[in-house]
């Protein structure tokens, strides 16, 4: 058939179509993999031998190349983030959220000395925050850190991944050749903004099977995957207690350091009024002592007979984070050292009622994009939303448990649902760099509510030059 378009415009939008059909054919086939019914055993490594992470390999690692010219390159200059803390009781309950996203902002022009007119726009992660009152608070955080009213801002709401949308937008912009320079951060006031549906719904999901399920609260979508998957209350309890140990080891070893900024703010006493001044710069739920016996007193919280607690869930969360981004070759001129580089984001549909496996079909539609496989990837930030879908996904993609989450999750550190995206890039590219030429290519994941995975891969940013770009 490619013979007879002999119009060159003609054959390159038809190739076009038949990749993106091949495409969605391969998420579909990898979907349902998912779908199949699961064994009985309490172990998902007892899965049919087919359901296996040979069927998400991406492909051959020696295919793995820039798409693009090199200076073309869209690269993190800077990464930070907020403390994450407690909501209601922790260092920001008394915070507004403009002035956590703010000193946040702030950092990433004075630690890179860019000239914040120069930024092409400023795209937030958001959930929870009313729509136009958010946008406004956003706006106003860019102003207290110091941007023009020049700089244009908005934001964006993919549930829990809209940090990571932020930063895939912005960085697509950059390749479409929108501005140079843009940044893609997140916030959530979780103190300020708590979960609830507003208004009625609308009679018309008692029809749908699949809407109906849009609506289940989060921790059943768990217990829905510990039941069909076969994830256990103690795998999920030592899942917990992994998180824990992992989040206080690195803070003690001060491996948070390079990517949190403190945030001066107050603390309200509720009985007396009294303001407190104070700095946060630790991240506040961590529980350094916990223990599998802790773990086991505490009783499921959605379903009678279920697994799923508080402990082996994320924590609800206060916190910010913001990543710069720009075009190599304008890094390059500017003299900025390069900490990572935006490859490839992936966003994939999966069922509503076991959302909770969205990563196991994000991360390899997101490699394969890359051309590269799963065993290339050096390090994961799989966020935390729950311990069944965390485990289910590490299992389900035999991914080696040493390379997830090497410095804890959600479970310990907090999950600031719209920041969470932008909190692990920050997290991940800082420990890449501290990890040196042993890790060149890292993931960030989440399960989204609603039924949906995202992922996206970078690479380190030093590991690469104009004339060597294979593995």
Known sequence: MLLRLTNPYAQAIFIFFLEKMDRAIERQRVLLEHLRPSSTSSSLENLDSSISASVCAAGDSAAYQRSSVFGDDVVIVAAYRSPLCKSKRGGFKDTYPDDILAPVLKALIEKTNVNPAEVGDIV???????????????????????????????????????????????????????????????????????????????????????????????????????????????????????????????????????????????????????????????????????????????????????????????????????VLLMKRSLAMKKGLPILGVFRTFAAVGVPPAIMGIGPAVAIPAAVKAAGLELEDIDLFEINEAFASQYLYCQKKLQLDPHKINVNGGAMAIGHPLGATGARCVATLLHEMKRRGRDCRFGVVSMCIGTGMGAAAVFERGDTCDELCYAK
């Open 124 to 322: 937030v992660g958001s959930v929870l925050g009313p729509g136009s009152q958010r946008a406004s608070e956003c706006r106003m955080a860019a102003f207290y850190a110091g941007f023009p009213e020049t700089v244009p801002i908005r934001t964006v709401n993919r549930q829990c991944s809209s940090g990571l949308q932020a930063v895939a937008d912005v960085a697509a912009a950059i390749k479409a050749g929108f501005y140079d320079i843009g940044i893609g951060a997140g916030l959530e006031s979780m103190t300020a903004n708590p979960m609830a549906w507003e208004g009625s719904v609308n009679p018309k999901v008692k029809t749908m099977a699949q809407a109906q399920d849009c609506l289940l609260p989060m921790g059943i979508t768990s217990e829905n995957v510990a039941q069909q998957f076969s994830v256990t209350r103690q795998e999920q309890d030592q899942a917990a207690v992994d998180s824990h140990r992992k989040a206080a080891a690195a803070t003690a070893a001060g491996r948070f350091k390079d990517e949190i900024i403190p945030i001066p703010t107050k603390i309200v006493d509720p009985k007396t009024g009294d303001e407190t001044p104070v700095t946060v710069s630790i991240d506040d739920g961590i529980r350094p002592g916990v223990t599998l016996s802790d773990l086991a007193k505490l009783k499921p919280v959605f379903k009678k007979d279920g697994s799923t607690t508080a402990g082996t869930s994320s924590q609800v969360s206060d916190g910010a984070g913001a």
